[in-house]
């Protein structure tokens, strides 16, 4: 049978579930918070459908026609991919920031070779919560169905002809490739759960944890014989559970759902089950919705939709300079819809059926490694072309503010040796800070430089220092002089833990032992708080607040010191320095002062209305230009939430 005479209705539907609910995830619906399932939906229909046809040639055949295999893939794939990746790094560099679009141009590359899934895995990329996301991210799901379509012919034409050498019975018989795929998709469900647990991107994004969702289509299509035996009616009441399972996951799960882990059985269970009763044809069965015409069409452009649909969303905002809001997402989702139709009519279909590339598999092999060259040469040519991001200014000397004292002991602070002690550390870093405000040119020796501004990192965090959501306690985390007898804590959120390299270059000038003690969005208060991302109380943070003043009190430090960040408001349950902050910190001093330390509480840093490093990076002859004023970084009370 040809390519089009498999044609299911229901399938085609169910890739317009998908797309309906990524695209509207991606424009803010928000009542769609889980519309991100959308992409393991395609997970599971591509394991389904490729998988069929592997199947059905190995059975017919005996052997697999690797060529045709993968020009069929370059026909379908590349040439909307192609276009739509040399449109966004063009985009890119004319209206994103030179740095923004140098990184742009390193993620179309990968995406263009069909690594982008592990560059973002391994830049720690957050998916679901990425606050400057790059327009190329939506790649990622194509490098790991690649390298799918890459590994599993090779793997399921290896089962079939181990089991024809070896004589066993039914080699014919689907039963051994559906036992090797069960059990690789066991083996990949049980790193996707652990992964997500100890390093979610990498969860995401990877194939091996991945893997699992296609390889759940797969077994579907080697079960199809045994399904298409089912009565009618179970049949039509399992695909409307499996399709009620796939609406309730876009709708009850959000951003904060640890994903995919054990909540992605939900949305690939359902496409299973869609399926597997689409195999008995059930009339009263889902069919009778996806097999309309509209979701036809949603289906038929899904492919060139889900690639047009992002980068838009990315773009337009950058270079308008503001947020367009809900209407204005639609309605850019509703112009790449259209785009797409017209990708399928003038891109796609051409290629995909031009009768001179499918009599010819080497031709579309030639067209697909042709297409592939043009997007990574755009991408390489773009970023030659795109302006340093870094600063040329003359290279400002370090203005240093020694401590002279033990923290124990008074503090005083010079500049110099020779200078006379002040009696504060107030003056000379309001003087440091009015001098650094009236550097225009970007200085060239930066650390970090700006390039290299958004993946700086204190070193506890990447020690893996900073305690994650659901951890209460800190492990032994110790910097500078770490035999010292003079200790420093630094105790508070991630934003306390910006703090680090300051004080880590105080204690290596004074010798102390500085130990970092922070937790994410778990502010050094004693208060009880709300956490809107795991949706509950945060009971973590009270025990690992309780838990660090016990230590602080075996350890008996000279210094604590106190940092978090100003965003802590009504989604808290409280404000930051409202009556239940200022007393509940007054509380907390005290305890740590009862252990004989000093206390040092520092307030939260003004909030900058722009990303300033991006801003830096188009502006490096006028950095002025990026600061933010006073009354929009602060409030009266010197606090913004």
Known sequence: ?????????????????????????????????????????????????????????????????????????????????????????????????????????????????????????????????????????????????????????????????????????????????????????????????????????????????????????????????????????????????????????????????????????????GTVAVIAAGCAAPRLGPAVLLGTRPMGLGGRISYSWYLWHWPPLVLVPAMLGHAIGLAGNLILTAGSGLLAFATVKLVEDPVRFSPRLRVRPRRSLAVGAGLTAVAVFASVGTAAALPNPNGHGQAAAPDAIRVTSTPGGQQAAVRDPAEARLESLSAPIVQAVAKAVSVRTVPANLSPSVAHAHADQPQPVLDGCLVRWLGTQSPTCQYASTTSRTGVVLFGDSHAAMWFPALDQVAQANQWRLEALTKVTCPPVELSIFSPDLGRQYRECDQWRANVLQRIRAERPALVVLGSARHYNDLYHFKVYGPQWTSALAKEVSEIRATGARVVVLGPAPKPTLDVPDCLSAHLSNAVACLSSRTDAVNAAGVRA
Not at 34 to 60: A, K, P
Not at 139 to 151: A, D
Not at 236 to 247: K, P, S, T, Y
Request: net charge positive; with cysteine; glycine share 10%.
């Open 1 to 269: 049978m040809t390519e089009r005479n498999r044609f299911r209705a229901d399938v085609e539907g169910l890739r317009a579930v998908a797309v309906l609910a990524v695209v509207l995830f991606h424009a803010g619906v928000r009542w769609l918070g889980g519309g991100f399932v959308g992409v393991d939906v395609f997970y599971v229909v591509s394991g389904f459908l490729i998988t069929g046809l592997l199947w059905e040639e190995l059975r017919d055949t005996g052997g697999l026609k690797f060529a045709a295999f993968y020009a069929r893939r370059a026909r379908r794939l590349l040439p909307a991919s192609a276009l739509v990746l040399v449109v966004t790094v063009v985009a890119s560099s004319f209206w994103l920031s030179p740095l923004r679009a140098r990184v742009v141009t390193g993620d179309a590359a990968a995406a263009a070779l069909y690594v982008a899934n592990y560059r973002f895995a391994a830049l720690g990329t957050n998916y679901l919560s990425e606050k400057f996301a790059s327009p190329i991210q939506h790649y990622w799901s194509l490098g790991v169905e690649e390298q799918f379509y890459l590994l599993w012919p090779l793997l399921l034409l290896g089962v079939f002809l181990a089991g024809r050498r070896l004589g066993w019975l039914g080699w014919r018989s689907p039963a051994l490739a559906a036992t090797v795929l069960a059990v690789a998709g066991a083996a990949s469900f049980a790193l996707c759960v652990w992964l997500t647990n100890v390093s979610e991107p990498w969860a995401f994004f990877s194939l091996s944890s991945r893997a699992w969702e296609l390889a759940a289509g797969g077994l579907v299509a080697l079960s199809a014989g045994w399904l298409r035996r089912q009565p009618a009616a179970a049949a039509a009441v399992l695909g409307w559970v499996g399709l009620g399972l796939i609406v309730w996951s876009t709708v009850r799960f959000n951003t904060s759902t640890p994903f995919p882990g054990t909540a992605a059985l939900l949305p690939v269970g």
